[in-house]
């Protein structure tokens, strides 16, 4: 039988490799890693594959879920000082307390939340970067895009 994915998964904006170091989880800081990530931006979130794209459209049929994040009470900055590297920002996820929130807000113009999407979302941060300026440029612009297009707190 055919599951039919939520529409937002379906209006996928943007997609391509960056590199990816994810430095802190629900709030606890990570040893930074960094590694290339297939990524997946929609108009409501972010997906994080390990693999390639081919690899992650062959794992989504069975069911495997990649890292996610919801974009409502997401926020973006360059991070200049958080690595040697070039061309680097920064994305952090509102603690779960003010997700909450925000998840009310985003009930109320018509999107709908369950509880269970509201408690993966918490204290991450995640670095990503490319060495070619206008690819981190577009990526940077559209995922801000798409963050402010989302109610705020
Ligand atoms: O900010 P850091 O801790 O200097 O980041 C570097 C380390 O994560 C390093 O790994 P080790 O923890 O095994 O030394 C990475 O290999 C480097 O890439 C990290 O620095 P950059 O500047 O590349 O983000």
Not at 10 to 16: N, T
Not at 42 to 51: L, N, T
Not at 69 to 79: M, Q, S
Request: charged share 30%; net charge positive; proline share 3%.
């Amino acid at each position: 039988k055919d599951v039919i994915p939520p529409l937002e998964q379906l209006m996928v904006e943007k997609e391509g490799y960056l590199q990816k170091a994810k430095i802190a989880d629900g709030g606890k800081k990570l040893r930074k890693n960094w590694s290339t990530s297939w990524i997946v931006l929609s108009s409501r979130r972010i997906e994080f594959y390990k693999e390639s794209k081919q690899q992650a459209l062959s794992n989504m049929k069975t069911g495997h879920k990649p890292e996610s994040v919801d974009l409502c009470g997401a926020h973006i900055e360059w991070a200049k000082e958080k690595s040697s590297r070039k061309n680097v920002f920064q994305m952090k996820i509102s603690r779960t307390r003010e997700v909450m929130k925000l998840a009310q807000d985003c009930t109320s113009i018509g999107r709908t939340r369950t509880k269970s999407q509201i408690t993966t979302v918490s204290g991450n941060e995640f670095l990503l970067q490319s060495d070619i300026d206008f690819i981190i440029l577009d990526w940077f612009h559209a995922i801000k895009n798409a963050i402010d297009r989302l109610p705020k707190d």
